[in-house]
């Protein structure tokens, strides 16, 4: 059979083979006391497990990397004292390695209460339910076994998924990314259970905000005295991208005019930035087949009011230039939910604080992505490409 026709790539069969097969075993090995009492407590363990997994993640999420990190922080280093210590001032690591360990907790915990219910109410029901289906014939008890195997079914798959979900996150690897991001059954379940369980706010948006949409050429020319390299990015230049005009000066200057410190202009901008532009969907598709019509860099966006990555990334430098701020533009990878695609952002460096800090203003459209606690988790590989004063 032509696979192609089935439009089923090799993860999604193997994804929906974890779905088949318990179903097959229950019809084959059909209904026995036995086997019934061990798929109801297996029931118990997936009931129990995915009440631990929602309750661990977003415990975690609401205290550790949310606005009551603080108050989370000071509970926790009652707790654990020294694992505070090492963890406390990486809310990241905190978030990775707790939520998993309250998952088990409390997956534990609901596990021993409802067992107690099962043993002291239902047991004796099902006794006299043993009784009946030993009566009935072999397919009665074939599809009781079916039916019993179901939640296996569910489970196993999704299991499976939050595996490669993490990984992926954990590690960038073109070739795995590749078969993930062509997986169409692994994506209708990463989309609907997955990430809204495990990922930040921006992730109930993906895919529609972050795709391969940043391509890097470089266009080399060689004479007898030089070598000189221009590189486009997205079809422009870097200089081209971050050009400025009256307009773009006129409004940043009005916005900035009753700001005193460099985070409250730096701010201002974002918030100018997400609140105003949309993101480009037919651009990005363009862009990734290689067709640059659409132009790009601060002032296209600017007067369209859309644009993807880059140009935010453009504009934003644009602006900050305008009020005196030092701004760098950054390209790396960010995670779209699923996997890591190329991606670009910003660094606007703050004198109050001397530092640096991280902004996406394309991410900031579904999120807070201005100095946030949780911006290492969906970006990597940082290349600054640009600085200006």
């Not at 590189?231 to 400025?244: A, C, M, Q, R």
């Not at 006129?250 to 949309?278: G, V």
């Not at 991280?358 to 946030?372: A, E, Q, R, V």
Request: aromatic share 14%; charged share 20%; glycine share 6%.
């Amino acid at each position: 059979m032509n696979l192609d026709i089935l439009n089923l790539d090799l993860l999604s069969i193997v994804i929906i083979l974890l779905c088949i097969i318990p179903l097959m075993k229950g019809i084959l090995y059909k209904y026995s006391p036995d086997n019934f009492k061990r798929e109801i407590i297996g029931i118990v363990k997936i009931i129990s497990f995915c009440i631990g997994l929602l309750s661990g993640f977003y415990l975690c999420k609401k205290f550790i990397l949310y606005d009551t990190y603080s108050f989370f922080s000071d509970y926790l280093s009652n707790l654990v004292g020294e694992f505070q210590t090492i963890f406390g001032q990486n809310p990241i690591l905190l978030y990775l390695g707790l939520a998993p360990i309250i998952a088990i907790i409390i997956s534990f915990i609901v596990f021993k209460i409802l067992n107690i219910l099962l043993m002291a109410f239902l047991y004796p029901v099902f006794d006299v339910f043993h009784k009946w289906v030993l009566k009935r014939g072999t397919f009665i008890r074939r599809v009781l076994g079916f039916l019993l195997s179901i939640p296996k079914a569910v489970f196993y798959p999704i299991i499976f998924c939050m595996i490669i979900h993490f990984y992926s996150l954990s590690y960038s690897n073109e070739k795995l990314d590749n078969i993930i991001f062509n997986s169409t059954v692994n994506d209708l379940i990463s989309e609907k259970i997955i990430i809204p369980i495990t990922s930040n706010e921006l992730v109930n948006h993906i895919p529609n905000i972050v795709s391969e949409s940043l391509k890097i050429d470089i266009n080399q020319v060689e004479d007898a005295f030089t070598e000189n390299l221009t590189i486009y990015y997205n079809g422009v230049t870097l200089d081209e991208g971050i050009k400025s005009n009256k307009a773009i000066y006129e409004l940043t200057s009005m916005l900035c005019q009753d700001s005193e410190t460099d985070k409250e202009k730096a701010f201002i901008i974002y918030s100018w930035i997400t609140e105003n532009l949309i993101y480009d969907e037919d651009k990005a598709n363009n862009i990734i087949n290689d067709n640059f019509n659409d132009k790009s860099g601060a002032i296209p966006t600017f007067e369209s009011r859309k644009g993807i990555c880059f140009d935010f990334a453009c504009l934003y430098t644009a602006m900050a230039k305008e009020v005196g701020l030092k701004v760098r533009i950054i390209t790396g990878k960010g995670y779209s939910g699923e996997v890591w695609v190329e991606h670009s952002w910003n660094e606007v460096y703050i004198e109050e604080k001397n530092e640096w800090i991280k902004i996406d203003t394309t991410f900031g459209l579904s999120g807070n992505y201005f100095d946030n606690l949780t911006f290492n988790l969906d970006h990597i590989d940082r290349k600054v490409i640009g600085e200006w004063n």
